[in-house]
DNA sequence: GATGAATGAGGATTCATTCAT
DNA sequence: AATGAATGAATCCTCATTCAT
């Protein structure tokens, strides 16, 4: 392809990027419903979103590289696709979290915004550390460690 | 300042971000072990390190903005910096853990590595959500509800 | 032209003149040759060669500029090229002097490699000084007085 | 030495360059003068003359390279200078001509601008070549062959 | 007289974008 | 619709020169 032909289909190089995640983020947030949809129980629910995060990221590497940079960073042309796909993530944890509480698998004194991120940065850390580690190991086995921590927490409970 | 005058101090670009993250991870890991030395119980450590992280991000926000970008991008000068700031981090958290299962305040059966990511990224996530909003609102409140879900997780224990 | 433009063509500026003295040598090297083919006689040969040389250089000025200043700096990018030239020219200069021994027009007691410093050295000098002066007079005139000289050299014989 | 110190001494970098020629071609002048003087012969004197400069540029190899580079540029700072080392040895090989021609060592037909090229060029050339090579063989002991193809050429006389 | 930190014009190079074909 | 040669603004960096101490 010749370097004019993109800017037959794109308005610039962000719009590339915004265009990429609209896209993207729409097909994975597809496949995170349908997911989560497949368990009635609320951890397993979130097992599910976390084993299916982590599965995504792992298959699609380079994806994985762009979304981390553009995420972290503070001035970016694609704001409002990160936004969006972020709103959606934290949409999908709240419901999980909040059916876990009316089950009584969860805790109801959770601030659920900072739930999120609480489970949302640990995910995105752990991806973070696989990619600097070069994706050399599997990063779908860290699901089970990782539910496990978010629902007992590190501390001893004796 | 003049354009060429950077350049007495500073090999090039590069260097400027290289020596400022040698110079800032000394400071603030030093900042860091004073904090966790002040408290013997392992929890507290933990409760100190986080606050005195978050309110040190919250005292210098353009440090705290250019560290998000760099800690999240793959192809970085300042790699190996960012590296020891993470390995100091790495640290620090660990001996805290090791006392917690020592003292039987936290579950012996952690897998280190994890749980070091599983708390950097949730407080790395608590302030690049802060930043996204503009550092609007008051960061190291967050310490204690951060604690809360790392120490008892989510998961109800009824 | 663009500033950019340049850089469609050539790696870098110094691949400028790698590049031109590439393309110049050979083209200015078939001449020489086909030039010196022209005659039977040793003598005739350096004559023909050296004409072409004063020939060349006289019309393309900015070349001749290039190649003299190239030609007399100790760290030059198109040193290989330069030194290519030299050993084109070097060849040339031997396979004649080597002729006129043979057939008895020349002394059989010359150190070659001085004798090529001695021609090229005077005919360079010979252009240097013609740049210098603007480039006002005619430099191919010089061809017979300088063969004159080379052949005959300065002392009398009587 | 400070970097501001030298403009002290000098109006700017040409000017450095500048005053070097001129103190450094009145010191070697004076030189050539001497050498020239201490022999009656016309051939005597050119060899000394140019063991001379070969055993001057020899010793200070830096003022070889500087000198071998704007000698041969043709848009130089020290342009006056250059030309006045130039005038310089053209008078003293002119007088040197002059007087063999006078007492029947040398031809009486020659051009004395040309030989004068001749003679520099070869000589400069020598130079050049054993600068290139790094400096690594005795550059005096080029004299001899070098006047002996001044004076005989380098065609048979059978 | 000496210093050397600061200067900023200049130069090489890149790369996102355009537009004639 | 596709091309890719040409563009030139922007960026990093150098280095000759200045000037307050």
């Known amino acids: 392809m010749a370097d004019g032909t993109i800017y037959l289909y794109f308005k610039n190089k962000d719009d590339i990027l915004v265009q990429f995640f609209s896209y993207k983020a729409k097909q994975v947030f597809d496949l995170f419903r349908e997911e989560v949809s497949k368990s009635e129980n609320a951890v397993e629910k979130l097992r599910n979103l976390v084993r299916r995060h982590l599965d995504e990221f792992q298959r699609d590497k380079n994806m994985a590289i762009v979304?981390?940079?553009?995420?972290?960073?503070?001035?970016?042309?694609?704001?409002?696709?990160?936004?969006?796909?972020?709103?959606?993530?934290?949409?999908?944890?709240?419901?999980?979290?909040?059916?876990?509480?009316?089950?009584?698998?969860?805790?109801?004194?959770?601030?659920?915004?900072?739930?999120?991120?609480?489970?949302?940065?640990?995910?995105?850390?752990?991806?973070?550390?696989?990619?600097?580690s070069g994706g050399k190991y599997d990063l779908v086995s860290m699901t089970d460690p990782l539910i496990d921590l978010f629902i007992r927490g590190i501390g001893s409970t004796k």
Chains 1, 2, 3, 4 share one sequence.
């Open 67 to 132: 979304y981390q940079a553009e995420m972290h960073q503070n001035s970016r042309s694609a704001e409002p696709q990160i936004r969006d796909m972020s709103k959606m993530y934290l949409d999908i944890v709240s419901e999980i979290v909040e059916q876990g509480q009316a089950d009584g698998s969860m805790r109801k004194d959770l601030y659920l915004s900072l739930v999120k991120r609480f489970i949302v940065g640990a995910v995105d850390e752990t991806i973070n550390h696989w990619l600097h």
